[in-house]
């Protein structure tokens, strides 16, 4: 009596395998590229935030200079980062009698409050910040 026996897999199951690892690929083509743009993101932004502190000095220096004819405002570069900024005046005023008393200032000593708007970008990244400046 002979029995024939049959060695190896059979094509369903071959091609059952076969789907499972294209699963399996898949999925972690999709996770590893999901880490991809995370990381490029982060990058844009840590660049963003490493570049803003040197920005907003650059943008206090021109008001500390008194340089503000009509409406402030400006771009410029730093590295790779551009940057817009615009100014609005939101208050004049003069300072308290204290310190006018103390610097020895006559009274036409006149301050301005600013609301200074930056757009900040880094290829298709944007991150907008607002802060104030005061002139004099």
Do not use: H
């Amino acid at each position: 009596m002979s029995v024939n026996r049959q060695n190896g897999f059979t094509l369903l199951e071959v091609l059952i395998a076969g789907f499972i690892l294209f699963l399996t690929i898949a999925a972690m083509t999709m996770v590893y590229r999901g880490a991809m743009l995370s990381s490029a993101k982060a990058e844009s932004s840590l660049e963003i935030s490493a570049a803003v502190p040197s920005i907003r000095q650059s943008i206090s220096s021109i008001f500390q200079a008194g340089d503000l004819s009509g409406t402030p405002g400006g771009e410029g570069r730093f590295g790779q980062v551009d940057y817009y900024w615009s100014a609005k005046m939101i208050y004049t005023g003069q300072p308290a009698e204290i310190i006018l008393e103390d610097s020895g200032a006559g009274e036409d000593l006149v301050y301005s409050l600013w609301q200074v708007e930056l757009r900040v970008t880094l290829g298709s990244v944007e991150r907008a910040y607002q802060f104030s400046e005061i002139s004099w």
